[in-house]
Every structure is written in C-alpha cells, then in structure tokens.
C-alpha cells in the first residue's frame, strides 16, 4: 500500500513530540529553503497514538520558530506498521534502539543526541505543497456560510 496525498493530515503542532535533538545548521538550510518555497514540500512521520515525530525533526523545529500552528503529517501506527522500521546511525553511541525507546524518550520531554535513531521507511512519503499561510492558523470551526 503506497502513501498518497490524502493521507497526509494537518496535526497541531502543540501535540508533537520530539525524540531526538537536530543540527542547527541543517535546520537554518531548511528554514531558508522552506521560506523560498514558501511552504511544505514533505510531511513529517509521526506516531498516531503518542504525537512522537519520528522523521521530520529539523521540519518540525522550523515550525516552532515560524510560529505555525500546525504541520503536514503522516499519522501511522507506529509499533505496528512493519513499512517503519528504526536502527541507529553509525557512531551514535548506541547498538540498537526500539521503537518502544523512541516511543518512551519521546514521552519523557528529553532527547536522544542528532543522528541517533535513523528509520527506514519502506515507501516513500507523497509530494505535498502547503503554504506557511495555511499551517499559521487552525482550521476555521465556521462552516462554508459563516455560521
């Protein structure tokens, strides 16, 4: 089953939950090439259940300084979904982690270090375009007439 655009939902950004800690100079390209494009070109990845981000990091913290109110996300059933698989990244101190490690330090409000956990996702996530615009406001609770 491949990922297509309408699986792609917008969360708050209140509710996600970082796991790992980023490269802030990898963040400041990002932050600049997002600001040229104007919105989001990727989803982030996160766990449907707990709100943990599991790819998307460096997206997620530029959302923080953009101000957003919420980010494009592929909500998945982490634990469960066999397309999702974690190992670590060489030299990151660590010889294995779970998702249930990843799923606990994100609970925790700590972080592991950058470049700790690396998941290796089995599809590819769909081309998206949402405009900073669109992810600085909630959805409006009005219906199409105003009431």
Not at 81 to 91: A, H, L, M, S
Not at 97 to 124: D, Q, W, Y
């Amino acid at each position: 089953m491949e990922w297509v655009e309408e699986d792609v939902t917008l969360v708050p950004l209140s509710w996600l939950k970082p796991h790992e800690e980023i490269k802030e100079r990898n963040r400041d390209k990002l932050l600049e090439m997002t600001k040229r494009w104007g919105g989001y070109t990727k989803p982030l990845i996160v766990d449907k259940g707990t709100g943990a981000i599991l790819d998307g990091h460096h997206r997620h913290s530029i959302a923080v300084l953009l101000g957003l109110k919420r980010v494009p996300a592929l909500c998945v059933d982490y634990l469960n979904d066999e397309r999702i698989q974690v190992d670590v990244w060489p030299n990151s101190g660590l010889a294995s982690l779970t998702k249930e490690e990843v799923i606990e330090m994100s609970l925790s409000g700590g972080c592991f270090p950058p470049k700790t956990s690396r998941h290796i996702v089995a599809e590819n996530t769909p081309p998206i375009f949402f405009t900073l615009d669109e992810l600085m406001v909630y959805p409006s609770l009005k219906g199409p007439d105003g009431s």
